[in-house]
């Protein structure tokens, strides 16, 4: 099952930050953050992760709050290519993925 | 480029009839994934493999075989045991298990 909450779907003005939230109240303290996305009939394709520190890549940057039980994973400027379905998920490094349902990202011109 | 090939990207298979997906990878990693995707759904492992020759079962891995004689070679056999084969199967690999997963592009799998 997963251990994550997600809203089902967001929209998002191109060229402004989307900031997608996901709730993960019984994570323990071995266990990652990790975010995926999917755009239609593709593959998810990796984005971040992170343990407790906040985490910036070229994609995204990763909001963890201090009692680790939620998170934000922050698109500085969305642009149309980044309507999506995004995969919030827990897990500590050696357990399985696990996929829920995620957020629907509608970035609209 | 590196990355992951899935092949065919979509696929039919009669009833009762065994069909095998391909997925290779040239990104040296050891770990290899599959998973299954149906309508609006999330990802299920099907079966997983972290090393050469080594696979363990998944969460639905009834009516699925795997094997694992090369590296980068994971291919996925839909049984005719498999009683709902229709859906979007998805291969991954990682540098290993604690790694992030890379995904390939998908086979869409439907019975005629």
């Known amino acids: 099952d997963a251990k994550t909450t997600q809203p089902t779907s967001m929209d998002c003005a191109e060229g402004r930050a989307a900031n997608l939230p996901c709730n993960h109240s019984t994570i323990s303290g071995n266990e990652y953050v990790y975010w995926y996305r999917q755009i239609h009939s593709q593959g998810p394709q990796y984005i971040i992760h992170?343990?407790?520190n906040n985490e910036t890549n070229e994609m995204a940057s990763l909001i963890i709050t201090e009692d680790r039980k939620s998170s934000t994973l922050i698109l500085p400027h969305a642009t149309l290519r980044d309507t999506a379905v995004y995969y919030c998920?827990?897990?500590?490094?050696?357990?399985?993925?696990?996929f829920g349902t995620g957020t629907r990202l509608q970035v609209f011109p | 480029d590196g990355g992951i090939t899935q092949s065919p990207k979509y696929l039919f298979r009669k009833e009762g009839q065994n069909v095998t997906l391909s997925c290779e990878q040239n990104?040296?990693?050891?770990?290899m994934y599959w998973y299954r995707q149906d309508p609006g759904q999330g990802l299920r492992l099907i079966y997983y493999?972290?090393?050469?020759?080594?696979?363990q079962k998944g969460d639905i891995a009834e009516g699925y075989s795997v094997s694992r004689e090369k590296k980068e070679s994971f291919p996925l056999t839909v049984t005719s045991a498999q009683k709902n084969p229709t859906a979007f199967y998805l291969c991954a690999s990682s540098l290993g298990p604690t790694q992030p997963q890379h995904f390939g592009d998908g086979t869409r799998l439907s019975i005629l």
């Open positions: 998920i827990v897990r500590a490094l050696t357990d399985k993925l696990i």
């Open positions: 990104l040296n990693h050891d770990a």
């Open positions: 992170g343990l407790k």
């Open positions: 493999s972290q090393i050469v020759n080594d696979f």
